[in-house]
């Protein structure tokens, strides 16, 4: 039973927080407007971006499978007590909360001003407003680059301490 649970944890794992790990480092690529008079290629592309959140809004659902599966697996084993599984259930529970807190509200919130932008840019707002709020999109990509990698690192951390865990039995 061990084997198996241990077995559908790596695979929901991999197959649930991979994905959203490189969709949601790919977003602020593609969400981030290019700066005013930029007339190089750019990667600015919403329809991508939109594509990407989804990715990570469907993916955070089906990812739930990796704590249950991973405290299922603790259990049976008898190990929900060592310092490095509780190390990495607070590191999960921390990466969790910045994916709902964070970086999906970060998504979604860039993705509605760039749909405003659009819609107001129609409508003869002046070029210095249209260049602030350019500014102000390129800054909230910017953090939410930097939050999505931090919710990477704790997630490379929890590999971690998965594989090179305390008291090993596979003389690592």
């Not at 993916?59 to 704590?67: D, E, K, M, R």
């Not at 603790?74 to 060592?82: E, F, K, N, S, Y």
């Not at 509780?86 to 964070?102: F, G, H, K, Q, R």
Request: with cysteine.
């Amino acid at each position: 039973m061990t084997k198996l649970l241990l077995s559908l944890h790596v695979l929901a794992s991999i197959l649930a927080v991979g994905p959203i790990t490189v969709a949601a480092s790919m977003f602020p690529r593609y969400a981030k407007p290019p700066a005013p008079g930029d007339d190089g290629p750019h990667d600015h592309d919403l329809r991508t971006a939109a594509f990407l959140h989804k990715i990570c809004r469907g993916y955070s659902v089906v990812g739930i499978a990796v704590p249950v599966l991973g405290l299922a697996t603790g259990a049976q084993m008898g190990v929900l007590g060592d310092a490095w599984l509780v190390a990495s259930i607070v590191l999960t529970t921390i990466a969790a909360a910045l994916l709902m807190s964070m970086v999906l509200p970060g998504q979604r919130e860039l993705l509605e001003e760039e749909g405003e932008g659009k819609h107001l840019s129609g409508t003869g707002t002046g070029a210095g407003s249209g260049a602030l709020t350019v500014a102000a999109r390129r800054s909230a990509a910017a953090r939410l680059a930097m939050t999505t990698g931090i919710f990477n690192l704790l997630w490379a951390t929890v590999v971690v301490l998965m594989i090179v865990r305390p008291g090993s039995t596979t003389g690592a």
